[in-house]
């Protein structure tokens, strides 16, 4: 309802607002563009307010911006919802995590990369429960570094080859039999990456370098097993821990479309890091609930090639209208 005042007798006079017409102070742009410069571009809520008064001659205040922000939530978490579920389904899945704050509590952002979507996640838990809601269902590749929690995936997984150098190179800087296993392990692992790139720019066929990595495989795994026995630790047991799991080194070998780092959902979590470090996290449930779902949205646009200023719009307007919200599924599978 809205109330119109007469200036003359002081009559007031109650109306139904036209339907599509918002009921708060802003419409459906402002709110995606003010929840876009948060949620998005990381600007404080001052920087918002001055900047909709410099831009657009737009007073709003503080308390605005959060009120924005949670219309925006909202409008968003169904396609949110629809991307992660779709996610579940896809070949190859890149995961990663990194620390977060919610309130004074010590929490995670977590993310899951496929060809098509990116999802993000906050959860108060680092372990294996927060890593079976990222996962879900998923039963493809997943392509992580070697933390425990995601050995809660039963399927095929490939270990980030980025991580395991840099163990590698920490060993080749120990004295005696174990900096020189270490630095082999080194030359081994670049010899692979070289060949790795060369498959990659069309240099070299696929058959040759599987043919190629049959004897390297053997040499790295001898090595790991020398690194076991050598005597010294921790490099002993880290050695240990990898040749217990050797099976999820060599994934990327026998099967084409699976990469040999985790720079694919590293590159995204990024995103998360700046947000952190300039923000400083989220004050309550409802703020991680945004994060993540705006962190989502922008990304998976940004994957598909969508402007995520319309999309957010688009959503909101739906919402406004009581309509389906538009969905972040590729064009070719999007189901309404």
């Known amino acids: ?92 899945m890149h995961a990663d995590e990194t620390g977060w704050r919610q309130g004074n509590k010590k929490a995670w952002l977590w993310v899951a990369v496929t060809s098509a979507v990116t999802v993000f996640m906050i959860h108060l838990s680092r372990g294996r429960e927060a890593a079976q ?18 050995r809660v995936h039963n ?16 060993f080749s800087e120990l004295r005696g039999k174990a900096g020189k296993i270490g630095k082999q392990l080194v030359d081994k692992t670049d010899l692979m990456f070289k060949w790795w790139h060369r498959i990659r720019d069309g240099t070299m066929s696929r058959s040759t370098f599987k043919r190629r990595m049959i004897d390297l495989r053997i040499e790295v795994e001898d090595l790991l097993v020398e690194g076991e026995i050598c005597g010294q ?19 990327f070998v026998d099967h084409e479309g699976v990469e040999p780092t985790n720079n694919t959902s590293e590159r995204k979590v990024r995103q998360g890091v700046l947000w952190r470090k300039i923000c400083f996290g989220t004050q309550s449930e409802e703020g991680s609930r945004f994060v993540e779902r705006i962190m989502t949205v922008a990304a998976t646009c940004r994957q598909q090639d969508r402007n995520v200023v319309e999309f957010v719009n688009e959503a909101c307007l739906a919402r406004l209208h009581g309509l389906p919200a538009p969905s972040l599924l590729p064009l070719g599978v999007q189901t309404g």
């Open 133 to 150: 809601q990222l996962l879900g269902g998923f039963k493809g590749i997943l392509v992580t570094d070697r933390w425990g929690p995601y």
């Open 155 to 170: 399927g095929l997984r490939q270990f980030c080859w980025a991580h395991l150098l840099r163990s590698f190179v920490g």
């Open 233 to 251: 630790s921790p490099m002993a047991g880290v050695c240990k821990r990898i040749l217990s799991e050797a099976q999820h080194l060599w994934t």
């Open 1 to 92: 309802m809205v109330d119109a005042i007469c200036l003359d007798c002081g009559h007031i006079t109650h109306a139904k607002l036209p339907d599509g017409i918002p009921t708060g102070n802003f419409g459906t742009r402002t709110q995606s563009m003010v929840s876009l410069l948060s949620g998005v571009y990381h600007q404080s809520k001052r920087f918002i307010q001055s900047f909709m008064a410099d831009i657009f001659g737009l007073d709003i205040s503080l308390g605005s911006v959060p009120a924005c922000e949670k219309k925006v939530s909202k409008a968003i978490q169904d396609p949110v919802q629809e991307a992660h579920t779709y996610a579940q389904d896809e070949e190859v």
